[in-house]
């Protein structure tokens, strides 16, 4: 009997120690109730996946933003658009040169021929009447000259290079006159529109004179540019017009062979 009490005891000891350790850790954790309200560990927020969905939610454009990020894009191609047609402008932009060296119809004819110049309009300036016509400058009373002004552009031809055409085109040592033409209104004159013109007229000038290209003094004006006044329609682009006229077959055409300009 007492050798079977012996036997027993230790597994009465483990029992009780393991009965000891249960109500251990049922003390350690809280009641649970029915009304819990703690989330299963599934259903609990990652502070990590909340940082992503916030991320992904600025992404989207909101309900009244639709197609912000189109709109950033065209508005970004349009800016680009602007910068093209602001070189394409800067590239093809024109500068000004007023002539006067007697008829403008041949002034225009030889000009308008010439790489680099984009028009030439034919009219009077230099005189103290606003809006004069052809009858009233041709009386002389107005003071005007018979000019061509040329939009012209630089990148393909020069100030320079439009001087050297000026001085060939016409006699620049007669005054008030070219050739059958005789008044001031044909008198040789370079309107200049910038300091850069006049001080490229004036070394052309000196250049010239040094060399005794004319054999006799240039007589050619330089005054700033003023107010310059079209001529009537029937007098632009007069050559092209009246190819045939005695006087284009006489005057304009011998000047337009000499220059190498008549094709």
């Not at 990148?155 to 050739?179: C, K, M, R």
């Not at 001080?199 to 540019?225: E, M, N, Q, W």
Request: aromatic share 10%.
């Amino acid at each position: 009997m007492r050798f079977r009490s012996l036997f027993v005891w230790p597994w009465i000891t483990a029992a009780l120690f393991l009965a000891s350790v249960a109500a251990a850790q049922s003390s350690a954790d809280p009641p649970k109730t029915n009304n819990e309200t703690t989330p299963p560990a599934s259903e609990k927020s990652d502070p990590s996946q909340d940082t992503a969905k916030d991320t992904t939610e600025d992404s989207t454009p909101a309900p009244g933003a639709k197609g912000k990020g189109k709109s950033s894009k065209k508005a970004k191609t349009a800016k680009t658009k602007a910068e093209q047609i602001g070189d394409a402008k800067a590239k093809t932009k024109t500068e000004k040169a007023t002539f006067g060296g007697g008829c403008f119809w041949s002034i225009e004819a030889i000009f308008e021929r010439i790489p680099g110049v984009k028009s030439v309009v034919s009219g009077f300036s230099g005189g103290t009447v606003a809006s004069p016509d052809y009858e009233m400058v041709c009386s002389g009373e107005t003071g005007h000259a018979e000019v061509v002004r040329i939009l012209y552009d630089p990148d393909t031809i020069t100030y320079e290079d439009l001087l050297d055409v000026f001085w060939s085109a016409h006699d620049p040592t007669t005054l008030n006159s070219q050739g059958e033409d005789f008044g001031t209104q044909y008198r040789s004159v370079i309107f200049y529109h910038t300091e850069d013109q006049m001080r490229a007229a004036r070394k052309s000038y000196k250049k010239l004179t040094a060399a005794g290209t004319f054999g006799r003094p240039i007589v050619t004006d330089l005054v700033p540019a003023g107010p310059f006044y079209p001529a009537e329609k029937y007098h632009q682009d007069y050559y092209r017009k009246h190819r045939t006229s005695e006087y284009c077959q006489m005057v304009i055409a011998p000047k337009l062979r000499k220059l190498k300009l008549l094709k």
